[in-house]
């Protein structure tokens, strides 16, 4: 009976240990995992031992040369350096220093966040860069003295300063640095109305700027050649002052003089000068970061849920405080749900700001800006990125497949997109330099449309594309897809007046009048003026942007291939053009003679030293 006890009380135990260990093991796992990612634990491991010299990444390397890197190889980002958790910490600091200051700094802001980590890295570099560095040639020094006449240094000390400079070598191993060369330019937009004098202030804007570039690496490149003999001249004047002092140099006393100032030389001449610079740099930045988080708050005002619409009641603004016009004044303006108003005008009468006013961009100095719902925006200027079409009109939104294909439908890009050879993949280049302007705004209007919103705020989107597909964007998309929507159309398309609910004209700012077509129309001359000045605004023709699109197909094609992805080895090709980038041969031969000479002399001058 005891025996069964026993036995039983020992499988207890057993089962319990294994349960317990099994739990402790699957904690151990679970949260380091949890909190790093599986990806970023693995880099997590190596981290502290190897970030120093950034070894943790030769696996990557070692992968890459077997085969092409792809994005899951890559490791994923700690969980402690996630955007949106840095982000929330920085905002929190940030709003804490604007309580205490009435001029916060987001220096301070960003000490805040990450001082121990900072202070973690001074301690550690400074334990390398001067602890270990000065332990190299007091070392040598030592070790130089077991050699020296009459030394009284044993072997076995000799063993142990031979080991410190192995050591030190191996903890101080140099790290290969390249310099940059920063170029600042000037994107050329090709517009073809520039006028000659305004070409002319252009090129002189450049031809100075490439000057001052010229003389900013003429003046880098003479400072870093000095790094290379600095060195050797301080170590001949501190060796030749010892000698007219009445001493007698000795190896041991060279080779330490030596050492320091090799170590002072990395410090002085590259690191604390790059330091500087980077600092004078970021603090540029910091300031311009500061000017923006200062600004004042978007807050968006809205009015009762289910009342989806927009109201402006007595609203005047101003872009500028000091200025004594007003950009708009007294505005009243309500629009219903599933209403479609066209604001109308000459040039420069508020149409735009109008617009900007709905959005809370522009300062309301009185009266009030009532918003129901969400609104998307489609801006006069279109605004694309260096990505695909599809990212462009998604914008980070998820693929709805049936909607975006409706969208595509009705803004009149199943032809364009048809044409490139890519589809809806084609990448549009930088702010969508390889489409033409009516690709670039119905791809504009096709991002607005596809944003699930309430009030549809678009800004001239008729203006860039010929008569037919202006006619199908409105008939299609505008009265169509928005029909149920609150949409606001700014438009110089007076054809197109008769088909929206409510039309609003605007004069010097303010609204002259407003109703129907037909209201406004048995209202005076002044709308029938306007209607015929807004006829003579000149229309892009049908045949030359389907012709460009056409022809420029194969460009296309071409550009877009030096966007994809290649992978293996440079082509000579790469080089050969590099080379011909300095000139003629003869000059590159040149240059190639000038830095083998230079290494000559700067290795001959150590070599000297141990020599004598």
């Known amino acids: 009976m005891l025996l069964d006890k026993s036995a039983q009380w020992k499988q207890r135990t057993l089962s319990a240990n294994i349960k317990y260990r099994n739990t402790l093991k699957n904690t151990l796992t679970y949260w380091p995992t949890y909190f790093f990612g599986k990806q970023s634990l693995k880099r997590l491991k190596v981290e502290l031992a190897t970030n120093k010299h950034f070894s943790w990444i030769i696996p990557l390397f070692k992968k890459g040369l077997k085969k092409e890197l792809t994005e899951e190889d890559?490791?994923?980002?700690?969980?402690?350096?996630?955007?949106?958790k840095l982000v929330k910490r920085l905002e929190k600091a940030w709003n804490d220093k604007k309580n205490q200051n009435v001029k916060p700094s987001l220096w301070k802001a960003i000490w805040t966040i990450f001082k121990w980590d900072i202070i973690f890295s001074m301690?550690?570099?400074?334990?390398?860069?001067?602890?270990?560095?000065?332990?190299?040639?007091?070392?040598?020094?030592?070790?130089?003295?077991?050699?020296?006449?009459?030394?009284?240094?044993?072997?076995?000390?000799?063993?142990?300063?031979?080991?410190?400079?192995?050591?030190?070598?191996?903890?101080?191993?140099?790290?290969?640095?390249?310099?940059?060369?920063?170029?600042?330019?000037?994107?050329?937009?090709?517009?073809?109305?520039?006028?000659?004098?305004?070409?002319k202030l252009i090129d002189f804007i450049r031809r100075s700027e490439i000057k001052l570039i010229k003389i900013a690496n003429y003046l880098d490149t003479l400072t870093t050649s000095?790094?290379?003999?600095?060195?050797?001249?301080?170590?001949?004047?501190?060796?030749?002052?010892?000698?007219?002092?009445?001493?007698?140099?000795?190896?041991?006393?060279?080779?330490?003089v030596s050492s320091f100032y090799g170590m002072l030389m990395s410090s002085a001449s590259l690191y604390l000068p790059m330091a500087v610079a980077r600092t004078l740099q970021a603090n540029v930045s910091i300031k311009r970061f500061e000017n923006f988080l200062q600004?004042?708050?978007?807050?968006?005002?809205?009015?009762?849920?289910?009342?989806?619409?927009?109201?402006?009641?007595?609203?005047?603004?101003?872009?500028?405080?000091?200025?004594?016009?007003?950009?708009?004044?007294?505005?009243?303006?309500?629009?219903?749900?599933?209403?479609?108003?066209?604001?109308?005008?000459?040039?420069?009468?508020?149409?735009?700001?109008?617009?900007?006013?709905?959005?809370?961009?522009?300062?309301?100095?009185?009266?009030?800006?009532?918003?129901?719902?969400?609104?998307?925006?489609a801006n006069q200027?279109?605004?694309?990125?260096?990505?695909?079409?599809?990212?462009?009109?998604?914008?980070?939104?998820?693929?709805?497949?049936?909607?975006?294909?409706?969208?595509?439908?009705?803004?009149?890009?199943?032809?364009?997109?048809?044409?490139?050879?890519y589809g809806d993949n084609t990448i549009v280049g930088e702010r969508g330099i390889l489409l033409s302007g009516g690709q670039k705004a119905r791809i504009n209007l096709a991002r607005a449309v596809y944003k699930e919103a309430d009030i549809y705020l678009l800004d001239d989107p008729l203006s860039a594309v010929d008569a037919s597909v202006?006619?199908?964007?409105?008939?299609?998309?505008?009265s169509g897809y928005l029909k149920d929507k609150c949409t606001i159309l700014v438009t110089h398309q007076v054809q197109y007046l008769t088909s929206v609910d409510k039309i609003y004209l605007m004069s010097n700012g303010a609204i002259a009048a407003s109703g129907s077509y037909s209201d406004l129309q048995a209202s005076g001359e002044d709308f029938t003026k306007l209607l015929k000045d807004t006829e003579k605004?000149?229309?892009?023709?049908?045949?030359?942007?389907?012709?460009?699109?056409?022809?420029?197909?194969?460009?296309?094609?071409?550009?877009?291939?030096?966007e994809t992805r290649s992978s293996g080895q440079l082509s000579s090709k790469v080089y050969t053009t590099y080379i011909r980038a300095c000139g003629t041969w003869f000059n590159f031969f040149l240059l190639i003679l000038l830095f083998i000479l230079t290494e000559i002399f700067a290795t001959g001058a150590d070599y000297y030293i141990a020599f004598w």
Request: glycine residues 6%.
């Open 470 to 478: 202006g006619k199908h964007l409105f008939n299609n998309c505008i």
């Open 381 to 421: 200027e279109p605004w694309l990125f260096g990505g695909t079409i599809r990212q462009n009109i998604l914008f980070g939104q998820s693929m709805d497949t049936d909607k975006y294909k409706e969208v595509i439908r009705v803004c009149a890009l199943e032809e364009d997109i048809a044409q490139f050879p």
């Open 537 to 562: 605004h000149e229309q892009p023709e049908e045949n030359n942007e389907i012709e460009t699109t056409i022809n420029t197909k194969d460009e296309k094609e071409q550009d877009e291939e030096k």
């Open 74 to 84: 890559i490791y994923q980002t700690l969980k402690r350096h996630e955007a949106d």
């Open 123 to 199: 301690c550690l570099y400074f334990f390398i860069e001067f602890i270990v560095k000065m332990s190299q040639p007091l070392a040598l020094g030592k070790l130089m003295g077991y050699y020296s006449p009459n030394s009284k240094t044993s072997q076995t000390d000799a063993i142990i300063y031979a080991s410190v400079i192995v050591v030190a070598i191996f903890i101080n191993a140099e790290r290969i640095r390249n310099m940059n060369e920063i170029i600042s330019g000037i994107q050329v937009i090709k517009i073809y109305t520039w006028e000659q004098p305004f070409v």
């Open 226 to 256: 000095f790094s290379f003999f600095i060195n050797r001249t301080a170590i001949f004047l501190c060796i030749l002052t010892y000698v007219l002092t009445g001493n007698n140099p000795n190896a041991q006393y060279v080779f330490v």
């Open 295 to 377: 600004l004042e708050e978007v807050e968006n005002k809205t009015i009762v849920a289910n009342q989806v619409g927009l109201r402006i009641v007595e609203a005047t603004a101003n872009w500028s405080e000091t200025s004594m016009e007003n950009t708009l004044s007294n505005i009243k303006l309500e629009i219903n749900p599933s209403q479609v108003v066209a604001i109308i005008g000459p040039i420069g009468s508020g149409k735009s700001s109008l617009l900007q006013l709905c959005l809370n961009e522009l300062p309301l100095i009185s009266g009030s800006v009532e918003i129901g719902g969400r609104i998307s925006y």
